[in-house]
């Protein structure tokens, strides 16, 4: 089936060349393109595009404030955020309000396809640099090792889990039931003082368990 894409950036320049890169990508559609955080809104609302691709600052009203709005009302929409800078806080804001992955402006067209890919596809997509901005803020886990705070088994689970494996594929791998690995995960996220996937991809990130 074909992804349906939303842009919205105020940038029509930049908002074009999205579009035109976007479309060259086999299975993925731009719907729509909004210029301001209103008309964004409105748009997805309107059209429940299964991926947005938003600018973090806009007019009328933030990427953030239409990042929160977006999630709250089609959870199953996926949103990727789009800024010039790796800001720490704005990373930290974004993520916690939902958001599925962070993509820098200056980042070249495969990382763009990558993203986008990885976005749609149900993981979490972090520019190298956000990653490293995210690090060593307040709320983070211990700074104790992975090896220190999760068992083997629990380390391993978290390694797929922030590769974007679901719980069904990781109780398949490792020969564990469903509900198991539920537990594990329950387990991990109590462990390290995480409640949401992306703080867990971050996590996995700092320690090492993935690369980007």
């Known amino acids: 089936m074909t992804v349906r894409v939303q842009i919205a950036d105020d940038h029509q320049l930049l908002a074009a060349g999205l579009a035109m890169l976007i479309g060259e990508i086999e299975g993925y559609e731009v719907v ?6 209103i008309e964004a809104l409105e748009q997805a609302g ?25 999630r709250e009302e089609l959870p199953d929409t996926r949103v990727l955020m789009l800024s010039m800078h790796a800001n720490s806080e704005h990373v ?6 939902g958001a599925h992955g962070y993509l820098l402006k200056d980042a070249a067209p495969a990382e763009l396809e990558l993203a986008v890919r990885t976005v749609a596809n149900g993981n979490v997509w972090l520019s190298a640099a956000v990653s490293s901005a995210t690090q060593g803020r307040a709320g983070q886990p211990p700074a104790e090792g992975v090896e220190t705070l999760l068992t083997p088994r629990q380390q391993e689970v ?13 109780a398949f791998e490792l020969d564990l039931s469903a509900k198991t690995v539920e537990t594990y995960r329950a387990q991990i996220m109590e462990r390290l003082k995480l409640h ?17």
Do not use: F, H, W
């Open 46 to 70: 309107r059209l429940k595009p299964d991926l947005v691709i938003m600018d973090i600052q806009m007019p009328g009203l933030s990427g953030l404030d239409c990042l929160a709005r977006i």
């Open 92 to 97: 930290a804001r974004a993520l916690s309000l």
């Open 196 to 212: 949401d996937l992306p703080s867990l991809v971050r996590y996995a990130i700092r320690t090492g368990l993935i690369s980007l």
């Open 32 to 37: 729509a393109s909004a210029r301001n955080g």
């Open 158 to 170: 978290l390694k797929r889990l922030a590769e974007g494996a679901s719980v069904k594929e990781i």
